[in-house]
């Protein structure tokens, strides 16, 4: 299991509707192929910036099938108009569980 987290950064005011596109966009990546589930985290230090966990069979599954997708597209066009800058993508392997 793959997890990517997505930093992304909301223009100020803009927190509710980005989250908002959030649950409108939730069916798109829970319909994508390897995907296992999605969630949202609000920064505590700094209300502004969010973390989307989406956990993935694989990194393809994020960066091929579902990129390559409409509805990535649809995606970005819920939420993008909402970000301040480009999110950071980053993919992670479990290694330990204690």
Not at 42 to 70: A, I, K, Q
Request: hydrophobic residues 45%; contains cysteine.
């Amino acid at each position: 299991m793959i997890v990517e987290t997505a930093e992304i950064s909301i223009k100020a005011g803009e927190e509710a509707a980005f989250e908002a596109g959030v649950a409108s966009a939730a069916p798109l990546f829970l319909r994508a192929r390897g995907c296992h589930g999605v969630s949202l985290h609000r920064v505590v230090e700094n209300p502004g910036v969010y973390r989307l966990l989406v956990r993935w069979e694989t990194v393809d599954n994020h960066m091929v099938d579902f990129r390559n997708s409409d509805d990535f597209q649809e995606w970005r066009r819920l939420v993008g108009s909402h970000f301040s800058a480009a999110p950071s993508v980053t993919h992670s392997r479990l290694v330990a569980d204690y």
